[in-house]
């Protein structure tokens, strides 16, 4: 035979069964600015037939090697012709970085973005890397 509650255990049960209620429930997710992007670039745009242009680097050449500026003031060169693969030279936070990256096409913008397969070398390791040039040409080609 079961035996009876007191009081002061169903007002704990209670108590207990109320929170237990109100912690299952999920709180409602606010949009994030990410998806509110994404809402918004699938919309059709009104009046427009095609993506706005990209900006345009200007070409420049050092010692017979051709390379570009971006309109963010980025020198970089393009490796491999269509690999869309560039060395580019930037500043981030204070410090000169050469970045090896891959980009891709924006289909909403058509601008060409990094992507995330890439490597930032700081100016010593760059120059790390050219002084072992010689010697992986060597490699490269076979002892």
Do not use: H, Q
């Not at 049960?13 to 992007?37: G, N, Y």
């Amino acid at each position: 035979m079961p035996k009876r509650k007191r009081d002061s255990d169903e007002e704990t049960t209670a108590e207990e069964s109320d929170a237990s209620s109100v912690s299952d429930r999920k709180p409602k997710k606010k949009p994030t600015k990410a998806s509110a992007s994404k809402a918004k670039a699938k919309a059709p745009a009104e009046g427009r037939t095609k993506a706005p242009a990209p900006s345009v680097a200007e070409e420049k050449e050092i010692n017979g090697v051709k390379y570009k500026v971006s309109p963010e003031g980025e020198s970089y060169v393009e490796l491999g012709g269509k690999s869309r693969r560039r060395l580019t030279i930037r500043e981030f936070r204070g410090a000169t970085l050469i970045d090896i990256r891959e980009f891709y096409e924006d289909k909403s913008s058509g601008e060409m973005k990094p992507g995330k397969k890439g490597i930032s070398l700081s100016v010593d390791e760059w120059r790390d890397l050219l002084r072992t040039s010689e010697a992986m040409n060597i490699l490269i080609e076979g002892p």
